[in-house]
């Protein structure tokens, strides 16, 4: 069993008098997670969101219904919450009148459940995402040594718990996950009209990785307007499938400040999307899929660790550039990934010059313990 690094973090915060909200893609190991942590205590109700009775239960539930439904219990556990309509008003509710009772919610699309929950559960919740498996969370599981061996290999997979545990069979468990788990809910969203055109737009953002991306650019590419793109693009970033990295700009007028780098929260699923399934050594994108893959795998290592930081990427019109930025405790630190060590990284003394207390550090696979592991 692969300890997940959210495990004691959630246990710490049961029975301290608010909801519990997790957070994450499906098939991430959300239930699994909480069946491990909710083993052993009594009085425990587990209802699936996915359910029409539990969401008939919740969407009509009065005051007398819930107290009959719900007394005496001490934990209950709302699985795929953002299936409910206004959960959030109801999770406040049980928040504010069952007081022995510990919610936890969990949802895999913030379509619904980051609205409704966010606003009344103000300062009654603790929420966390869980992401796939992390280099941290392996490295824990069987030791550096074997998960560094393992580095090309995830480059290619990824780091979803089916996948992993599914030795020589990756690529058809990727594909059946792609396709039947991560694009679920926003493909029975009722906006979105065109699945064809949906993955044309993940198969551009694939091959764009690392690279700075426009609404306007992937449109022409793709054939479709810039409204619709920017739409797309924020409800695939609400399922967890990519996530946005902004430009620095703060002192040199020659900085781009409205750009943005587009990353996948897993290279496997990147990988599938463009069918590619090579060995980073007989590929032209390994940087690529490097740099996707470390910045990824940070924004794991800053959450389960509570580092609490800015993060960017800074280019100028010059096309100076560094990959990655943190500004943390008012301190800037800056990153160059380098699949190939012997490659020649570039430090750009125009940021050095103008961010004198800075830092920029190059990270290649021989000493990627520096920036993964605590």
């Not at 990727?174 to 979105?192: A, G, M, P, R």
């Not at 793109?229 to 430009?247: A, G, H, M, Q, T």
């Not at 050594?281 to 795998?297: H, I, P, Y």
């Not at 993060?311 to 699949?339: A, C, P, S």
Request: aromatic content about 12%.
């Amino acid at each position: 069993m692969i300890e997940r690094a959210l495990n004691q973090i959630i246990r710490e915060k049961l029975f301290t008098g608010k909801a519990i909200i997790l957070m994450g893609a499906r098939q991430t190991g959300k239930t699994t997670l909480l069946h491990e942590i909710i083993s052993g205590i009594p009085d425990t109700l587990w209802l699936d969101g996915d359910v029409p009775e539990v969401q008939k239960l919740f969407e009509e539930g009065s005051p007398d219904r819930f107290r009959a439904q719900f007394a005496g219990k001490k934990l209950l556990v709302v699985d795929e919450a953002q299936t409910i309509k206004d959960i959030g008003i109801r999770l406040k509710y049980l928040t504010d009148h069952f007081k022995e009772l510990q919610v936890i919610a969990t949802g895999s699309s913030s379509f619904e459940l980051a609205n409704v929950v966010n606003e009344p559960l103000t300062g009654r919740k603790w929420e966390y995402h869980l992401f796939p498996l992390s280099f941290d969370e392996m490295v824990k599981h069987h030791g550096y040594i074997k998960e560094k061996s393992l580095l090309t290999h995830r480059l290619v997979y990824g780091y979803y718990p089916e996948v992993v545990t599914a030795e020589g069979n990756e690529k058809e468990t990727l594909k059946n996950l792609s396709d039947s788990y991560l694009f679920k809910d926003i493909l029975k969203w009722e906006q979105i009209k065109s699945s064809d055109k949906l993955f044309r737009l993940l198969q551009a953002l694939a091959f764009q990785i690392g690279n700075q991306v426009s609404d306007n650019e992937l449109a022409q590419l793709i054939g479709m307007d810039h409204k619709t793109v920017s739409k797309y693009l924020d409800l695939l970033e609400k399922v967890y499938i990519i996530f946005r990295l902004p430009s620095f700009a703060r002192n040199l007028r020659n900085e781009l400040k409205m750009s943005r780098k587009i990353y996948f929260y897993d290279n496997g699923i990147r990988n599938t999307l463009i069918s590619n399934f090579q060995i980073p050594e007989m590929r032209q994108d390994a940087g690529a899929l490097w740099e996707n893959f470390m910045v990824s795998e940070r924004m794991k290592y800053n959450h389960y660790h509570k580092r609490w930081c800015n993060t960017y990427f800074w280019r100028t019109h010059e096309q100076q550039e560094i990959d990655y930025i943190e500004d943390y405790d008012g301190k800037l630190n800056g990153y160059e990934f380098k699949w190939n060590p012997i490659a020649k990284a570039r430090i750009p003394k125009t940021f050095l010059k103008a961010y004198p207390d800075s830092e920029i550090r190059i990270i290649t696979p021989g000493n990627i313990d520096e920036f993964l592991l605590k």
